[in-house]
């Protein structure tokens, strides 16, 4: 929790170096294909979150391997 605390003490200056630190490693292109990626991971685990609240179970294919 500790960890946490020193981003609240961001200031508008720092937030900025931060983000052109981020594009310089990244690059212009990387960027919008990591926050894809993020998008797509959040909207995953919502569904799984949704799915485990209704106390229902995906399966992957639908089918049951026998074996």
């Known amino acids: 929790m500790n960890q946490l605390l020193f ?3 961001l200031r ?3 937030i900025i170096i931060i983000a052109l630190v981020i594009l310089l490693l990244f ?3 990387k960027i ?3 926050m894809k990626g993020l998008g797509k991971g959040v909207k995953s ?3 799984g979150l949704k799915d ?3 106390g ?3 399966e992957s294919d639908g089918k ?3 074996g």
Do not use: A, C, H, R
């Open 64 to 66: 049951e391997e026998k």
């Open 56 to 58: 229902e179970e995906k």
């Open 7 to 9: 981003l609240s003490n």
């Open 27 to 29: 690059g212009g292109k």
């Open 52 to 54: 485990t609240e209704n």
């Open 32 to 34: 919008p294909e990591l």
């Open 45 to 47: 685990f919502k569904d």
């Open 12 to 14: 508008g200056s720092e």
